[in-house]
């Protein structure tokens, strides 16, 4: 039974899917041990490609976490949830969906949660009111960090008309408050729990921040709409929870310190609840300054946990630091100034790792900039302190050749101060007067060193930043990059002026090392991103009032803040590099540029008439699904913005993509348009433009209608031929038909027809006017193009004594010739019938080129046969078939047949050259198109002679009534 229900979530009808969903949910609540049974089918659930299944997933799943604590994929499902919950793409229904299930188990008031959880009165003479009926079993039998279990004993029940008949007195309300107190409290400690359980599942807190912003700062909360008011409802209790959340993730905090040694993975655990810690820093901030003095000891970094784990908690509390620095007022830095803190920052910065020195880096600049931070203050010295020494470890080695034969321990040193100084460069507030300086020539290859001061700091780090970036050592120049993005950040216009010296240029081309190619895409990157940050986060329109230069016409024109687009023109100039890059072989290089095409893309810095192409063409990266996801994800932002672009461009796309994948995966057998998904928790095998397919053409019939006639046109070389030359000016057009008729030969593009055939053949079509509509075409195309290439194989071959017929007008294809009958064996050209092809006035090219065309019709018949049976679809339909036709019954939905298989291999296309000889592919895709087209032939005639049958029979029933009714008698 287990089975048979777990093998109908993955069933192919949505309708079925949602079914066995809503089975499995209902007895979930009634037997919890169902629910860890069928959780893998949840999961899978979750990401259905149907939108009414996830949707019930997302209610069971509600359904199972308010009523079962002790659910083993509580963690693992929240996960997935928060993960859904953050994508943009995602239906605003689910993710409303989602919302309301964590309001309802983390942020609900308790008289609008699940009403099983009861709270003890402390007044036997206050009547139990509906607002003690809230949080369900989880506050009852959830365990805590310290293995005891919080307990609520439930008191009987009592209606709403003895409540109001009962008098309210000022202790009555005093009671009612502390038991509502004591029910937020309670039920806020287990949600502070259970955040961190799904943070450390997911080894992240993005997902959570996400989820806490939606809440608190949603941009869909304007209009009226009773969705609206809902999401303000949730918006102001979810601000109301917030510092109770934090309170009582301090608890857990002190409580998991008071039981460290009982805790298994210390580590994560920590690493987990400073996590969470931070979300609530980057929501709510003010909820997390009066814990500070509680947090603090842990930027002292002995905290006995491994490197990787001190890391992350040293790099989670720079970055509170960092979110809390502005609203420290001046009692707060000074006590903090007289503190521990800046040598713990300073320690950082020489002894962790590269996100824990560089967050360090950041924080200890900000405070050194703070409002209430003095020139004398020990945080500005502090700074100072650590980028003289940064600075001198790289003046001491900037002058070593060979660097890449330098010792470990001196390339460690020079790239830690480089990133540190990288992170001290991107945070430091230099004076407009620092500015001009970076524009003039610095010496610093004299004898002495210059000492860094608060006015020099950027300068100086960033010629010697230019000097390591020149140097032979791979990691050195990544980092000294790296470094160089966080001046750019600071100093946009610096970065224009790289730009115009070629540095951009040097470090994206195809000479610079392919890892200094990815750190640099990904450089470009947190440019764009940082600035987009701060754009959204109003410090642009802050520092734009504070220019007094700045008069109120520019401020309303735009003008006020040009850093904004600055970048994102560079780089445009720079497009078709990246585009380039995108179709590379490395991996990772390929991906890097396509994120970053796709932010490009969002902020409107890259043409989409010219992205798009490339990005269809990364559909035919089979091997790496990542890449094709990402490309597949922005096709579909491009199709709902503009739908009839994306279409046009589909059928050049499929072209694009093969070159892909011929130029990508060079030793693969043959190219593929087919690739393994996971969907709905099995492996299917689909195309890979099926999901363009489905979200951007399948539900316009005339677009339809039209990728199927640009494909099939691809099979009609003189077609394209006559295509081009009419887009072409008269003077060209002499030229290029002799160069294309000389170049481009049916021959080279077999390979790349086969590839377009197979894509026609696994398309999801979902009614039967699809493949009638295509196999019609090919009917038509077949009509006119077979028999006059028979024609011209016979007036080719009856010279050589092979044509079937002596007449040019006899038939040429009644039956098999001396060529087919040799083709039934393994080697056709050791046969005695045809040793006059091997004679040397056989023209052995124009044979091909002749084959080569017949092979592209010999797609087309092999397409028409696969449709017509895999669809169902019989010949009578088929010829019956009419596009003009307004009937319904070709709309029908139509289901495929699994178990098919195209075949687009040709004997002319070999995989090898010593599996047979040029000769013997030949003479192979001659007999067959020869037998494909008799077959063809014979169908058409067989259906011609049945019509005549039909007609006669009805005519004569027709004479017969006529002479019955003439009848007297």
Request: charged share 25%; proline share 4%; aromatic share 6%.
């Amino acid at each position: 039974m287990k089975k048979a229900v777990t093998n109908r979530f993955s069933d192919e009808a949505i309708s079925v899917r949602e079914a066995a969903v809503s089975l499995v949910g209902s007895y979930v609540v009634s037997s919890p041990a169902v629910a860890n049974t069928f959780h893998a089918a949840f999961m899978v659930g979750l990401n259905d490609a149907g939108l009414s299944v996830r949707k019930r997933t997302i209610k069971i799943l509600e359904d199972i976490l308010c009523s079962n604590p002790n659910y083993k994929g509580r963690a693992a499902a929240c996960g997935e949830m928060l993960r859904l919950a953050a994508d943009p793409k995602e239906d605003d229904g689910v993710r409303d969906l989602i919302h309301a299930v964590f309001m309802k188990l983390w942020l609900d008031k308790g008289d609008q949660s699940v009403p099983q959880l009861s709270v003890e009165t402390p007044s036997p003479t206050v009547p139990k009111t509906p607002l003690s009926t809230t949080y369900v079993q989880c506050v009852e039998e959830q365990p805590l960090l310290n293995g005891n279990k919080t307990t609520a004993p439930a008191t009987p029940s009592s209606g709403v008309g003895e409540l109001l008949a009962t008098p309210m007195t000022r202790e009555t309300r005093s009671t009612e408050r502390r038991t509502r107190r004591k029910r937020l409290q309670i039920r806020s400690e287990i949600a502070a729990e259970q955040m961190v359980e799904v943070v450390k599942a997911a080894n992240t807190g993005e997902h959570l921040t996400a989820l806490f912003r939606e809440l608190l700062y949603s941009a869909r909360d304007a209009g009226t709409s009773r969705k609206t008011t809902q999401r303000k409802k949730q918006k102001l209790i979810a601000q109301d929870h917030c510092s109770m959340l934090v309170d009582a993730l301090l608890e857990l905090l002190l409580s998991f310190e008071e039981h460290r040694s009982d805790v298994k993975n210390p580590g994560k655990q920590l690493v987990a609840i400073m996590r969470c810690i931070k979300v609530f820093t980057d929501v709510s901030v003010d909820s997390v300054v009066k814990h500070l003095d509680t947090l603090l000891p842990y930027m002292k970094a002995d905290n006995g946990l491994d490197g990787q784990d001190e890391e992350v908690v040293v790099s989670s509390l720079s970055d509170i630091l960092c979110k809390m620095a502005n609203v420290l007022d001046q009692e707060d830095i000074e006590r903090l100034s007289s503190s521990f803190l800046a040598d713990s920052l300073v320690n950082v910065t020489y002894k962790l790792g590269r996100s824990a020195h560089t967050s360090a880096a950041h924080a200890l600049c900000v405070l050194a900039h703070h409002k209430y931070s003095n020139p004398q203050s020990l945080f500005r010295q502090s700074l100072l302190k650590i980028a003289n020494v940064f600075y001198k470890v790289l003046y001491k080695h900037k002058d070593a050749t060979e660097f890449s034969s330098q010792k470990p321990r001196i390339k460690a040193n020079v790239q830690r101060s480089m990133s540190v100084l990288g992170s001290i460069c991107q945070h430091h507030e230099i004076a407009l007067k620092e500015d001009d300086e970076m524009d003039e020539d610095k010496d610093i290859d004299g004898p002495a060193m210059r000492q860094i001061t608060w006015e020099n700091l950027t300068s100086l780090c960033k010629e010697m930043f230019m000097i390591y970036l020149d140097k032979d050592d791979n990691q050195t120049q990544c980092v000294a990059l790296r470094a160089m993005c966080g001046v750019f950040i600071a100093h946009p216009r610096e970065l224009l002026r790289m730009n115009q010296v070629g540095m951009i240029s040097k470090v994206m081309s195809t000479e610079s090392p392919p890892s200094l190619q990815i750190e640099a895409l990904q450089c470009w990157r947190e440019i764009l991103l940082a600035e987009e940050a701060r754009i959204d986060s109003g410090e642009a329109k802050a520092k734009m009032d504070s220019k007094k230069s700045i008069t109120l016409s520019k401020r309303i024109s735009g003008d006020q803040d040009g850093d904004a687009t600055l970048f994102g023109g560079v780089l445009t100039s720079h497009a078709p590099r990246l585009f380039q890059m995108t179709q590379v072989k490395d991996k990772t290089l390929r991906f890097a540029a396509l994120d970053l095409i796709g932010h490009l893309l969002r902020q409107g810095q890259v043409n989409p008439n010219e992205t798009v192409p490339f990005l269809l063409a990364l559909q035919g990266d089979i091997e790496e699904d990542r890449i094709r996801s990402l490309a597949l994800k922005l096709l579909m932002i491009e199709g709902e913005k503009r739908p009839d672009m994306l279409r046009q461009r589909v059928c050049a796309g499929v072209k694009q993509a093969y070159l892909f994948q011929k130029s990508v995966y060079p030793e693969k057998e043959e190219v593929s348009a087919l690739v393994k998904v996971n969907r709905h928790g099995s492996l299917h095998t689909e195309c890979v433009f099926g999901r363009v397919f489905m979200e951007c053409i399948r539900s316009i019939k005339k677009q339809r209608h039209g990728l199927f006639r640009n494909l099939l046109s691809l099979f009609d070389l003189q077609s394209r031929l006559d295509s081009f030359e009419t887009t072409t000016s008269t003077k060209r057009r002499k030229q290029s038909k002799s160069s294309n008729q000389s170049n481009t030969t049916f021959l080279e593009d077999l390979p790349m027809l086969s590839f377009t055939s197979q894509v026609l053949a696994y398309l999801p079509y979902n009614a039967a006017s699809d493949p009638l509509y295509i196999i019609h075409n090919i009917s038509s195309s077949l009509a006119l193009r077979g028999p006059d290439l028979l024609d011209r194989l016979a007036n080719f071959l009856r010279p050589y004594g092979f044509s079937s017929g002596d007449d040019e007008m006899e038939d040429t294809n009644i039956e098999e010739d001396a060529l087919e009958i040799a083709a039934k064996r393994n080697r056709p050209q050791h046969a005695k019938e045809v040793t006059r092809l091997l004679e040397p006035d056989f023209d052995v090219a124009q044979f091909s080129e002749l084959c080569a065309e017949s092979g592209a019709l010999t797609l087309l018949l092999r397409l028409k046969t696969f449709l017509r049976k895999a669809y169902n679809l019989s010949e009578a339909r088929c010829i019956a078939y009419s596009p003009e036709d307004k009937e319904r019954v070709a709309e029908r939905a139509v289901s495929k047949a699994a178990s098919m298989k195209f075949n687009t291999r040709l004997a002319m296309v070999t995989v090898e050259p010593t599996e047979i000889s040029e000769l013997d592919g030949m003479i192979f895709q001659y007999a067959e198109f020869r037998r494909l087209m008799r077959i063809e032939t014979s169908m058409e005639t067989k259906f011609d002679e049945e019509e005549d049958d039909d007609s006669e029979g009805e005519e004569e029933g027709n004479n017969k009534k006529q002479r019955l009714d003439n009848d007297p008698l």
